[in-house]
């Protein structure tokens, strides 16, 4: 439950004060915390796509991603709402459109999935090479 | 936005589900396994954005992100065999060298992201001081002018309609243009996944591949329609 | 009428301008071709007697003045002053002096005196009777407009030569008859002979130039003038040269005397006259006898002072025209071609003339040209006549007997014939006599009695080869009858004739002019096979065509008119020996030739030109000086050339003063050298008279017992041989070897540049091409081979390499956004 990846983490430990702080905030968790989720699944999409085989599960990987930067639109929508700025709903709207393009993007790459497998016969990656020197 | 209370333990509870979910997606072995798994972090994001005061967003999400993008992969992945895979015998993450890389990069990036993020709420802290009680103080505030919902058990937010009004007023362009975007994603997908005997009878390949692909496939000469 | 002596050399100009340039083109008729330059030359003729007239007898006589037409306003700014400036180094302490770097100015006009105005008629004169001989002559030739074209201009030169008031005009006029005598000899231009001979003529004549053109610089340099008047007026005050003392005039007097060997063909330049008769014979005639020849005599009359300057000058000219003299009367004794015999014997008259000058009697020396022009042009028409009679036969061997054929020529070349034997009274005997008269007794120079002893001796053997002509062309038998004649009778032919039925044609040499006949004549081309003239003439046959006949009148008309002159023309010169005859030294007053041409020759005892000559009695102390070196002597007359004896020093043995000596009568010794010259012209003519006509045979008996100088006569002193190794072939020989250098060392030096640029490049080229392409080529390579893989391996295809490379610019990105404060604090 704390975030152990936190790079200043060693800066922060310097200064003891700071663990009752972080109780406080992890008990009452803000707009940092939301980020910080969006983060970790924006982190656990990139590392999906760049490690598994199946193309398939590479495209969930990007819906991973994708939804990752939903959150943190929405979790800001929340914070701006709150503290006032009038174009908070932006993010929502956004997250709309993020959803449109997602879906086309999810379709057309299926799409394409499928074609390269009846041509090709195969759906892992690192079969299809053919753009190499 | 400070959460307190009841929201927050949810938020915790659909925060670690979330990135389970997204991990376990990530490293199943079965292409089924990861579609339910995605789709499981995909609705834990959708309580979270609950929680984030965006349900019509929320709704969106389950409904189309879940409803359509999840069930059209299932399909694809039902289309596509993947049969050596289930049985454990195909290697399901690249070479070692590539996993080593990314593995590395994306630590790096883990720790970079946090210190950022880290760094960037101080400032706006710095900019926008607020406490809980204060933050909690003007919820409330907020949620009393709302109108209750059937059975009076809650409140109705004006999430949807604020959407709605923003959506529809400032944002009617990007909207048209999504449709149009949507509409050749549909055209696009229809065309991309064409076989070849649809292409043949609908006339669409060349000559010279018709005759290549005829010595594959002799039906196809049957489908030729005939030349006006 | 003096002021349109201008006219006298442009109207023959003109006439050969339309005859050359329009000749051909209209296809003028020869009628009008002839009548042209006859027309031309005959004005020019007479207005050259008006003229002369006017100057010395006229009402306004300018004579004895030299008369320029400068002063009358024809005068053309030739060479305008500012062209060329002089140093009057020479002249030092004079007037001259201050002005010592003049300006050459030269004007082109014309100087009527006494000298010019006897060439002008001389050459106007004689030229129209050969141009009108030359219009029947050259009837039928293909080239007539050509030949009278040439023959007008040759006119023009030589009367700028004779009429020119300056150095530079006669310059102009030596080389323009030298040109014109090379177009000349040359007519028959398809003749190897012609252009061998016209050729030789031109360089010979070159080499006098040379030595002529030198003789102008100095006189440039030394009087800073050109013009005569004003080179003369300065030349009389320098002192004179003696034998031994050799100064600025003496050189001068040498360059001018070598260019009067090259024109006047004295020895050693004499090579090119004999071989310039392949010339049509008028031009023999008017160039080669009467005119050109002399043109050479009239140069050293004009600059008599110069000569008179420099004792050794005349010594030397004295020598060489004996030398020459007798050189050529004993080549001429052997010799079977008729215009041969009389081209050597022009040869040796003007030796004469050139011993005449040599010893001081300058106006001689111009009589003798006068006399020697008039018998000798018409000794060449009448030889001209005999070869057109002849059908173009010219070897005497085959003539003989044409007395009765050609009664003109006959009659006219007898005039000739004594004339040059010199009986008296026949020109040749006065102009003769009085050259040898003077040679005897000169003052000018030594060894005088040498010089007449040869001149004499060439005299009689002149009488005797003349002779001969006479005897084997007319009297005699009829040899014609028996060898082989007509058309083809040139030597080639004869040779080939007694060689068998051996083809020939007319390349080789030969000798004699190309036969001319009209369509209807039986002679064909000389390259007619024998056999084919054999067959259709027979061997040895005689008819009609080959008889010899007499020339039309325009030939023997002017044959007549130079007899008559031939015969009277001496009487301007009868000398003073004859002054009890006459009653005067020099009879006739301006007419007679002495007194006419005195105003130019200059007296180098009283230092003056026209100075009192003749008149009997010197200035007191000119009488006092020679009465005291001429103890030995007594002379009731006082002889100018006796006063030169104070001029000259003391000239050694003198010849007539022993005489005188002995006869105590200076009458009595002139008559005595006028009988021995009339004794030896008799003899030569006996002895020519005994061997050719009583007894034939006694010449080729003769001729035997003194076989050496009989071949050494007939092969002209193997002179032309020992030319050829010595001059020709040595040059020859030079031009090869500077060829050899030129090809070999110069042009082997740029080819070797050429070479060595092409092996320069090649090195260059192979640097370049392995060296800097190499150097580039491998930097290329290297880099290749170190990054392609690199790059190679970049292109994986591999889609999540890709991928990871866009994560780790989002890392690298994320980085720089927070660098600042990462590390920046």
Same mark, same amino acid.
Request: aromatic share 6%.
């Given at each position: 439950m704390l975030n152990f990846f936190t790079p200043a983490l060693v800066l922060l430990l310097q200064e003891g004060g700071r663990i009752a702080q972080m109780k406080q905030s992890a008990l009452n968790p803000d707009l940092s915390k939301f980020l910080v989720i969006g983060a970790l699944l924006f982190i656990i999409g990139v590392a999906g796509v760049l490690t598994r085989r199946n193309i398939i599960v590479i495209f969930m990987s990007i819906e991973l991603i994708l939804n990752a930067a939903n959150l943190n639109f929405i979790a800001f929508s929340r914070y701006l709402q709150e503290t006032g700025s009038a174009n908070a709903l932006a993010g929502q709207i956004f997250t709309v459109f993020v959803i449109v393009v997602a879906a086309a993007e999810a379709a057309i790459g299926l799409g394409i999935v499928i074609a390269l497998y009846r041509n090709k016969e195969t759906i892992w990656v690192d079969e299809i090479d053919l753009l190499k020197w | 936005m400070t959460l307190s209370g009841y929201e927050a333990l949810f938020f915790w509870i659909f925060a670690l589900a979330a990135i389970f979910a997204g991990l376990l997606t990530v490293m199943a072995r079965n292409a089924v396994h990861s579609a339910l798994f995605l789709i499981s972090s995909l609705v834990s994001v959708a309580a979270l954005f609950v929680l984030a005061r965006a349900e019509f967003i929320a709704g969106v999400q389950i409904l189309v992100y879940v409803g359509g993008v999840m069930v059209l992969f299932l399909f694809v992945i039902m289309l596509v065999n993947v049969g050596a895979e289930e049985r454990g015998h195909e290697e399901i993450f690249n070479n070692q060298r590539q996993v080593a890389a990314s593995l590395i990069f994306c630590l790096l990036l883990v720790g970079g992201v946090l210190y950022a993020v880290n760094k960037g709420y101080a400032g706006l802290q710095r900019l926008h001081p607020t406490t809980a009680d204060t933050a909690a103080q003007q919820q409330s505030a907020r949620e009393s002018s709302y109108a209750t919902s059937a059975t009076a058990a809650s409140k109705i937010t004006k999430d949807a309609e604020g959407v709605g009004n923003s959506l529809y007023r400032y944002a009617s362009l990007p909207f048209e243009i999504a449709s149009v975007l949507l509409l050749v994603a549909i055209i696009g997908s229809v065309m991309l996944a064409r076989t070849l005997r649809q292409e043949a009878s609908a006339d669409d390949l060349g000559p010279e591949v018709l005759k290549v692909e005829i010595v594959n496939d002799p039906e196809l000469a049957n489908l030729e329609p005939q030349s006006e | 009428m003096q002021k349109y002596i201008w006219l006298v050399p442009l109207l023959p100009l003109i006439g050969a301008a339309i005859n050359g340039l329009l000749g051909r083109k209209f296809r003028f008729s020869e009628t009008l071709i002839g009548g042209i330059a006859v027309g031309s030359v005959a004005l020019a003729f007479l207005i050259s007697v008006a003229a002369v007239y006017s100057y010395g007898f006229g009402g306004h006589a300018e004579w004895p003045k030299p008369y320029v037409t400068s002063q009358d306003g024809f005068s053309f700014d030739w060479i305008p002053g500012g062209a060329v400036r002089i140093n009057q /180094?020479? $002249?030092?302490?004079? *007037?001259?002096e201050a002005s010592r770097f003049a300006l050459l100015n030269v004007e082109w006009s014309y100087q009527l005196d006494p000298l010019s105005s006897i060439f002008m008629l001389i050459v106007t004169g004689v030229g129209l009777c050969i141009f009108v001989f030359a219009t029947g002559y050259m009837h039928g030739e293909a080239g007539y407009y050509r030949f009278f074209a040439y023959m007008g201009l040759f006119m023009f030169a030589m009367l700028v030569l004779v009429m020119g008031s300056n150095f530079l005009m006669m310059f102009v006029g030596w080389e323009g008859v030298g040109l014109c005598s090379y177009l000349l000899i040359g007519y028959y231009f398809d003749r190897q002979e012609a252009a061998n001979a016209s050729r030789k003529a031109f360089i010979t004549n070159r080499i006098g130039d040379f030595g002529f053109a030198l003789a102008i610089f100095g006189i440039i340099a030394a009087f800073g003038s050109a013009q005569y008047t004003e080179v003369f007026n300065q030349a009389k005050g320098y002192p004179i040269e003696l034998l031994g003392h050799w100064g600025i005039l003496s050189w001068i007097a040498l360059g001018l005397f070598v260019g009067a060997c090259g024109k006047s063909a004295q020895l050693p330049l004499h090579v090119w006259l004999p071989d310039a008769m392949a010339g049509p014979t008028p031009v023999s005639a008017l160039? $080669?006898? *009467?005119t050109m020849v002399t043109a050479g005599l009239y140069m050293v009359t004009r600059t008599n002072v110069i000569f008179q300057h420099s004792q050794t000058m005349l010594l030397v000219v004295a020598l060489v025209g004996a030398a020459t003299a007798i050189f050529a009367a004993t080549i001429g004794i052997t010799q079977n071609d008729i215009k041969r015999v009389l081209a050597y014997s022009t040869v040796s008259q003007l030796g004469f003339m050139f011993m005449a000058c040599g010893v001081g009697a300058f106006v001689i020396g111009i009589f003798h040209v006068m006399t020697h022009a008039f018998f000798k042009a018409l000794m060449f028409l009448g030889a001209g006549s005999v070869i057109h009679g002849m059908h173009h036969e010219q070897d005497m061997r085959r003539m003989g007997g044409l007395k009765k054929y050609m009664p003109y020529t006959y009659w006219t070349f007898m005039a000739g014939w004594l004339a040059i034997c010199g009986v008296i009274p026949f020109s040749g005997f006065w102009s003769k006599d009085e050259i040898l008269w003077n040679a005897a007794s000169t003052t000018h120079i030594p060894l005088g009695w040498i010089v007449w002893l040869v001149g004499t001796i060439a005299a009689t053997c002149t009488a005797f080869y003349m002779t001969r002509l006479m005897a084997m062309t007319f009297w005699g038998k009829e040899r014609f009858l028996e060898q082989p004649a007509g058309g083809e009778a040139d030597e080639a032919h004869a040779a080939a004739y007694t060689k068998g039925m051996a083809p020939h044609d007319a390349t080789r040499a030969a000798a004699g002019d190309r036969p001319r006949h009209e369509p209807g004549e039986h002679v064909g081309p000389v390259h007619e096979d024998v056999a084919h003239h054999v067959a259709t003439h027979g061997h040895g046959e005689h008819h009609g065509a080959h008889m010899p006949h007499e020339s039309p009148p325009s030939m023997w008309v002017p044959l007549v008119a130079l007899a008559v002159l031939a015969t009277i023309g001496g009487l301007i010169g009868i /000398?003073? *020996?004859?002054r009890t005859v006459t009653g005067s030294e020099h009879p006739g007053g301006r007419l007679n030739i002495s007194t006419w041409l005195k105003p130019i020759i200059w007296n180098p005892s009283t230092r003056e030109f026209n100075s009192a000559e003749g008149t009997g009695h010197e200035a007191a102390p000119a009488e006092a000086a020679h009465a005291e070196t001429a103890a030995a002597t007594s002379e009731t007359g006082g002889e100018a050339a006796h006063g030169t004896a104070a001029a000259y020093g003391d000239t050694g043995y003198n010849l007539a003063h022993t005489i005188e000596g002995a006869t105590h009568s200076e009458l009595a010794t002139e008559w005595l050298f006028i009988i021995i010259s009339l004794v030896v012209a008799g003899i030569g003519m006996l002895l020519g008279g005994l061997f050719y006509v009583w007894r034939p045979a006694l010449a080729g008996v003769w001729a035997q017992r003194l076989r050496p100088l009989y071949n050494a006569s007939y092969n002209k002193y193997w002179v032309d041989e020992f030319y050829g190794w010595a001059v020709t072939r040595r040059t020859m020989d030079a031009a090869r070897a500077v060829f050899r250098f030129d090809s070999g060392i110069v042009d082997g030096i740029v080819n070797g540049l050429a070479w060595l640029s092409r092996q320069v490049s090649l090195v260059v080229g192979a640097i370049d091409k392995y060296i800097v392409d190499g150097l580039v080529n491998t930097v290329a390579a290297f880099i290749m081979r170190l990054m392609s893989p690199l790059f190679r391996a970049a292109q994986t295809g591999f889609t999540q390499n890709y991928a990871l490379v866009m994560v780790l610019g989002l890392m690298i990105a994320v980085a720089i956004f927070f660098a600042r404060d990462i590390f920046g604090r």
């Open positions: - | - | /180094g020479a $002249h030092e302490g004079t *007037a001259a160039i $080669h006898a *009467a /000398g003073p *020996a004859f």
